[in-house]
């Protein structure tokens, strides 16, 4: 089957070497490593296979693809297979996708102090939402929320925050019973 389009592939083979030259200082071996396999993804590099049609002797080569976690082409299907198992698993109701950013400014201080300032974080997202939902005004229900912490730029808190999605039901009704997020999470280190 013949691509259409470009793919973060195309990208990485045109620009990686520029931007591994621009960027080496900060740039991990892992990093190295992902844009190299997406790099190598279906090519020649990584061997293949030909297919014949035993009808009419037609021959298609088909590359070896790198299998690499990080690489948009390999984990199409398995996206697509998580995706839709998830979506077997929601409640029917409706959902908020909410974005809570850290500021700029608390960057260093979130570095330096991972554990207590994602603790902060996630108990005043939780408190947040509760308070807004229990409010009658706005929605006058008992809420439960999923969250996770969603980082840019490959390094904890550059710039990033709790996001996730919020189900919302109706009123008086309990969907979940939410505990302190400290107690079910993993330690950081």
Known sequence: MARSGLEVADVFRRYSEAYRQTHAAVLSSAQHRVMSAIELCRTAALGGHVEQCDHCGHKRVWYNSCRD????????????????????????????????????????????????????????????????AADPKHLGAQIGFLAVL?????????????????????????????????SSRPTIE
Do not use: M
């Open 69 to 132: 976690r990080h690489c948009p082409s390999c984990q199409c299907l398995p996206r697509a297979q998580w995706l839709e198992d998830r979506r077997s698993e929601l409640l029917e109701t409706q959902y908020f996708h909410v974005v809570f950013t850290v500021p700029n400014e608390i960057a260093a201080i979130a570095y330096q102090n991972k554990q207590e300032v994602y603790n902060i974080l996630f108990r005043a997202v939780r408190d947040t939402l509760q308070t807004i």
């Open 150 to 182: 969603h980082t840019f730029y490959g390094a904890f808190f550059v710039k990033g925050g709790p996001q996730g999605s919020y189900p919302f039901s109706l009123p008086s009704v309990s969907l979940f019973d939410l505990e302190d997020v400290s």
